[in-house]
């Protein structure tokens, strides 16, 4: 890890960089002044990391509701895909389900 960074480990096919498109190791998250921003690290080059910015980090309630727009999104787009594409994005949409359950469970936990 890298920095005050929060490491997100996520399972290895989910790990594809949407900046550069390799697999990325981890998500960090910096702050930047009184701003969160997210980056994909790639490991290091030396003593140099790899990240990749991936913008800011919104508030938590522009997460859930942009959450819940792409959720809404991929139904409409799935509606007529074949039932393999279908089978795929469920077997992945219950694997997210079961990380934002474990997130939801940390969170709610008393420190
Ligand atoms: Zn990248």
């Known amino acids: ?5 929060i490491g ?3 399972p290895e096919e989910t790990r594809v960089c949407p900046r550069c498109g390799s ?3 981890s998500i960090e998250v ?18 140099v990391p790899q990240l990749c910015s991936l913008g800011p980090l919104e508030s938590p309630d522009k997460v859930i509701s942009d959450i819940r727009i792409k959720l809404a999104a ?8 074949p039932v393999d594409d279908r089978l795929a994005v469920a077997s ?4 997210l389900a079961g990380e934002i359950y ?6 709610a936990k008393p420190k």
């Open 1 to 5: 890890m890298t920095g005050d960074g």
């Open 8 to 10: 997100q480990e996520t």
């Open 23 to 25: 697999v990325y190791r």
């Open 30 to 47: 910096k702050r930047i002044g009184d701003r969160y921003y997210i980056y994909a690290y790639h490991g290091k080059k030396g003593k």
């Open 74 to 81: 991929l139904q409409v787009t799935l509606g007529d895909a």
């Open 92 to 95: 992945e949409l219950s694997k």
């Open 102 to 107: 474990q997130l939801a469970f940390n969170l």
